[in-house]
């Protein structure tokens, strides 16, 4: 059974950083998409970042330049720098993995205020 186990959220200021983690277990992610996406209270969850089994990356024009799409194929895991962060940041962030069946995390909160 695939499994996907988001870490690294929490609370920090406007400018801070954090690193998101999304362990994937059950299967092998090297050959696989992946992606970030976040949900913020109120709103429809939207994408932010996808990085290719090429290391291809892509981001959302409200993160391009601040956010960074990693994996670690040896370890199995995606990350998600995420520098320079706003208020407009905070969400519960969720990682994706892309096979014939998309498989989410639980979701990790972040919260960006002062």
């Known amino acids: 059974q695939v499994q996907l186990v988001e870490s690294g959220g929490g609370l920090v200021q406007p400018g801070g950083s954090l690193k998101l983690s999304c362990a994937a277990s059950g299967k092998i992610i090297r050959l696989d998409t992946m992606a970030w996406y976040r949900q913020a209270p109120g709103k429809q969850r939207e994408w932010v970042s996808t990085i290719h089994s090429s290391g291809v990356t892509a981001y959302a024009d409200s993160v391009k330049g601040r956010f960074t799409i990693s994996r670690d194929n040896a370890k199995n895991t995606l990350y998600l720098q995420m520098n320079s962060l706003k208020p407009e940041d905070t969400a519960v962030y969720y990682c994706?993995?892309?096979?014939?069946?998309?498989?989410w995390g639980q979701g990790t909160q972040v919260t960006v205020s002062s």
């Open positions: 994706k993995l892309f096979t014939s069946t998309p498989y």
